[in-house]
């Protein structure tokens, strides 16, 4: 008696069948959910999610289409911060590079870490002549990597040639997901990747892989698919999923006339022959150093879980990335703000105005800022990533 053949692996998805990003920046390692009806209203899905009634990833936040004056506030932000972005996209590739033998195989964690990659993606092949293999996959705390995605990478590459990427880390829940769900594939199917995942920016301390520690506004986090080549966060709904498919996503392509995602990349690249030496000097520093992670970040939120009288940290979502997410999409109670930091928050001021939601200045906040979701009284907090 003979094993039953392995199911056939599903094929990427590319643009601009879908997504706005071409074939060559990025495979997309999901499952295309069409017109699939998955949105709700915040304030429904903050109960289902907190009430344990549902999974954060079974539905969508209504995709929030921001007004005229936010919109400039974006392109301020971008045309502010896109040599510093240049600089920790060349740092934490050029880190990549040294990690993986020049040979890397880049996974990037949907969706926040898509631009981040095609972004590092472009740096190895314009700056560095290395043309590295560029994929998205989803990960859901709770639930882990998609297996599928793992099976399929490792069909068509080595494994250890393969660095995950993601765009920010808040307090680390991600790091920590990815390590275990990579640890559980490796014992069931014998197959390991490596864990270390690489970063744009690390405010938690929580990766020795980065391209900065700072806490500043990483433009990517200020909108939601029309920076994000107009596709939705990931979903995992047992109804829609099946085991042998990858994770799901939407195409929001009628959000076309809103899409900034290639102007995104266009502008931060157009600084990357400027800041080459900035790099260079920066990665040899960072090779010098040491990097291992402190989990700084987790500590400060337990802390601010406390002071608060707030029973679960998955309601405390720091750094300017996470306190953008909270206004976005879920039901947010308070922000806090570093008094120092104003220019890197001006968006999330501008958010929590138009949303009424509460801020607080806190001197010596270890974060720019700290998004505190509203707690449904009584219920178990879920997360969302």
Not at 186 to 211: K, M, N, S, W, Y
Not at 331 to 346: E, I, N
Request: net charge negative; hydrophobic share 40%; with cysteine.
């Amino acid at each position: 008696m003979t094993d039953a053949p392995a199911p056939a692996l599903p094929q990427p998805l590319t643009g601009p069948a879908f997504g706005s990003y071409s074939a060559d920046d990025v495979e997309w390692l999901l499952t295309d959910l069409g017109d699939t009806v998955l949105e709700a209203p915040a304030a429904e899905r903050e109960q289902a999610i907190q009430s344990g009634q549902a999974h954060y990833a079974e539905s969508l936040p209504i995709e929030y289409l921001p007004s005229p004056e936010y919109e400039e506030l974006y392109r301020d932000a971008l045309a502010r911060s896109s040599r510093r972005l240049a600089v920790a996209v060349g740092v934490v590739t050029d880190l990549v590079l040294a990690e993986r033998g020049n040979v890397p195989v880049l996974v990037s964690l949907a969706r926040a870490g898509t631009p981040i990659g095609i972004l590092m993606r472009r740096w190895a092949k314009r700056m560095r002549g290395v043309d590295a293999p560029h994929y998205t996959m989803s990960i859901v705390r709770g639930v882990g990597v998609d297996r599928t995605a793992l099976r399929y990478l490792a069909a068509h590459h080595d494994p250890a040639r393969v660095a995950f990427v993601d765009g920010w880390t808040g307090k680390g829940a991600i790091a920590r997901e990815l390590t275990a769900a990579l640890e559980l594939h490796a014992q069931t199917e014998g197959v390991r990747f490596p864990d270390d995942l690489a970063v744009l920016a690390d405010p938690g301390h929580c990766v020795r892989i980065f391209g900065t520690r700072d806490d500043y506004l990483i433009p990517s986090a200020c909108l939601n698919s029309t920076v994000s080549g107009l596709v939705s966060r990931t979903v995992y709904n047992r109804d829609l999923i099946a085991d042998d498919q990858f994770h799901g996503a939407k195409f929001y392509q009628e959000l076309a006339g809103h899409d900034v995602s290639e102007q995104l990349l266009d502008t931060v690249c157009a600084e990357f022959d400027d800041v080459e030496d900035e790099v260079a000097r920066e990665v040899e520093a960072a090779l010098a150093e040491d990097r291992t992670p402190t989990w700084a970040g987790w500590e400060a939120v337990e802390r601010i879980r406390q002071a608060y009288g707030i029973e679960s940290i998955n309601l405390v979502k720091p750094g300017v990335g996470e306190t953008t997410r909270v206004l976005l999409r879920r039901v947010p109670w308070k922000v806090l703000v570093r008094p120092d930091a104003l220019d890197d928050v001006a968006h999330v001021l501008l958010l929590a105005e138009q949303r009424g939601v509460p801020v607080e200045y806190v001197p010596g906040l270890p974060y720019s800022c700290v998004g505190l979701i509203h707690p449904v009284t009584g219920a178990p907090a879920g997360s969302e990533q």
